[in-house]
């Protein structure tokens, strides 16, 4: 298969991390429920492609994510390979936590939102009263020695609110990691970023403590700019990029929302620019196309079509 010439960039770092998020931000989204033993499969070959970060599941309300009502099941079918902290699972409440504490995951993640309106259709919240939910999930996952990851959805933007203030933005992620967070995902839920807006935002991050070191990114895709936001985040000292096999995702409560960075598109663009991220590109395309042969439809990834004939 064809590879990336290699040219190395001035500036570039040696490694970064690609955070995959396809079996959770991918099938959340998905109309159909895609069976427990197809998902086991898809986790399993990404981990065999080399994905080292692998985002299992939610442990989210059954009502309001159908499409991952059977997160316990997948994590038992997965075994071993669904533990470890580099197999976080979403938890938006204790009760979630208890759910994933009792599977034995040691990696959890908590989503807050930026806009009023996200926080009421995605958590039935506010953006105040967010922080009383996660406040004892945070604790809890921090004495049981678990890694904690905090998301923030609508740093750039929001389908009913249009933009957001960048203070606002940084408000939220401010008290998102006062809660003991390990790792803060910086969301463009609905794939509206720029550059120039990325930069904004870190800047005013690390000017309130939050290091390009403590950041992830995590950008959809919709107005095709994803990977132009993820070089840029790699430029200013961001080493985790999140990212997902043949570019699944979305969100249910996110109108306009549509997959995420395709995680080849990433790596093509990683490898060549001599920035090694552990994947093996073929065994990754040949897992999107099987993937999306499950489901019926072609993978939106630019690169997965070009190195499949597809
Ligand atoms: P609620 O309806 O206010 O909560 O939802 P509730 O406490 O009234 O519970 C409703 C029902 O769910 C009850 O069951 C609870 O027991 C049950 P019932 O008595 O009606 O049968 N329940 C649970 N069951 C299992 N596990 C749980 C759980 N919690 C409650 N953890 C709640 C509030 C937060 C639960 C709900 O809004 C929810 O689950 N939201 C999650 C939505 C979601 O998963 N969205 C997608 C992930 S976020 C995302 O994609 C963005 C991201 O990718 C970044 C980006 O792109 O920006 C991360
Ligand atoms: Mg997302």
Not at 17 to 35: F, H
Request: hydrophobic share 45%.
């Amino acid at each position: 298969m064809r590879q990336p010439q290699h040219e190395p960039m001035t500036g570039a770092p040696d490694r970064v991390t690609i955070y995959e998020v396809g079996a959770r931000d991918g099938l959340q989204n998905e109309k159909s429920i895609v069976p427990v033993e197809v998902k086991a499969q898809f986790v399993r070959r990404m981990l065999a492609a080399g994905l080292e970060t692998v985002e299992i599941t939610s442990f989210v309300s059954p009502r309001w994510v159908p499409q991952l009502a059977d997160a316990a099941d997948l994590v038992t079918a997965l075994g071993a390979d669904a533990l470890g902290t580099q197999r976080p699972v979403l938890v938006p409440n204790e009760r979630g936590l208890d759910r994933a504490l009792d599977l034995g995951v040691s990696s959890v993640a908590i989503f807050g939102s930026a806009t009023e309106t996200f926080a009421s259709r995605n958590l039935n919240s506010t953006v105040l009263d967010q922080f009383t939910m996660f406040e004892p999930v945070a604790k809890r996952a921090k004495d049981e020695g678990l890694w904690l990851r905090a998301y923030v959805s609508m740093c750039f933007g929001d389908p009913w609110e249009g933009d957001v203030p960048i203070d606002q933005v940084v408000d939220v992620c401010a008290r998102m990691m006062d809660l003991g967070a390990d790792q803060l995902s910086l969301g463009d839920t609905i794939g509206v970023a720029t550059p120039g807006h990325v930069g904004r935002l870190l800047a005013a991050l690390a000017e309130r403590g939050i290091g390009a070191d403590r950041v992830a990114v995590h950008f959809h895709d919709t107005y095709g700019q994803a990977l132009a936001n993820s070089l840029e985040a790699i430029r200013l000292g961001v080493r985790t990029i999140d990212a997902s096999a043949g570019g699944l995702g979305g969100c249910p409560y996110a109108k306009s929302a549509t997959g995420n960075l395709a995680t080849e598109d990433l790596v093509w663009a990683l490898h060549g620019m001599g920035v090694s991220t552990g994947v093996d590109l073929e065994a990754l395309v040949a897992t999107s196309v099987w993937m999306a042969e499950q489901l019926g439809r072609p993978s939106p990834s630019r690169v997965v079509k070009a190195l499949s004939g597809g």
